[in-house]
């Protein structure tokens, strides 16, 4: 069950308590809300988040169409200490860290894949979106829409059809492609 609660029962009304959410629950609202402000604006809509639940983690309600948009939220990291860093949970990384060089097709389509497999694996129907919420600042949109077509054919298989309202890739820098 989610995390909300309405008022007057008009479910489009609902205030999200975000003290009874988790850390991973907040990020997902997070990265939903910044994603929502980007697809409204360009797709002409006014969803807002509603519920933070599973297994689609953020449902959405439209107050113009009354039409709903769930949002699964994947978070996809560079380093492993990426997420903690940005929470504070680790103080400071070490500038001068010996690590090899992080390359887009070796080791950023190998980790979405492993990140997708599952969620690849579910029909969540056609007013679902999957957004992967891009943690370290490495890559730009420009850098993902170079690497698109490898995405499309080497992660998602056509797969992307389980997502009716898209794949959607939103950048550190807060652009989404």
Not at 11 to 18: S, V
Not at 19 to 29: M, N
Not at 34 to 59: C, H, M, W
Not at 112 to 133: F, P
Request: charged share 30%; glycine share 6%; net charge negative.
């Amino acid at each position: 069950m989610g995390q909300h609660k309405q008022e007057d029962g008009d479910p489009r009304m609902a205030d999200i308590d975000r003290s009874k959410l988790s850390e991973k629950q907040r990020t997902e609202l997070a990265a939903a809300e910044i994603f929502l402000a980007i697809y409204n604006q360009r797709k002409g809509t006014s969803y807002e988040p509603v519920a933070v639940e599973d297994a689609p983690d953020i449902r959405c309600s439209d107050s113009l169409s009354r039409k709903t948009l769930e949002i699964e939220v994947t978070l996809l990291k560079d380093r492993p200490d990426d997420v903690a860093y940005l929470f504070g949970r680790v103080e400071v990384r070490d500038e001068f860290s010996l690590q090899r060089v992080i390359d887009f097709k070796r080791d950023v389509i190998p980790r979405l894949a492993d990140r997708l497999e599952a969620k690849l694996l579910s029909n969540y129907g056609e007013r679902t979106a999957l957004l992967i919420r891009q943690v370290g600042p490495l890559w730009s949109a420009i850098d993902w829409q170079r690497e698109a077509p490898s995405v499309v054919s080497d992660v998602l298989k056509g797969r992307e059809k389980f997502y009716g309202m898209g794949v959607w890739i939103l950048c550190s820098n807060t652009s989404s492609t």
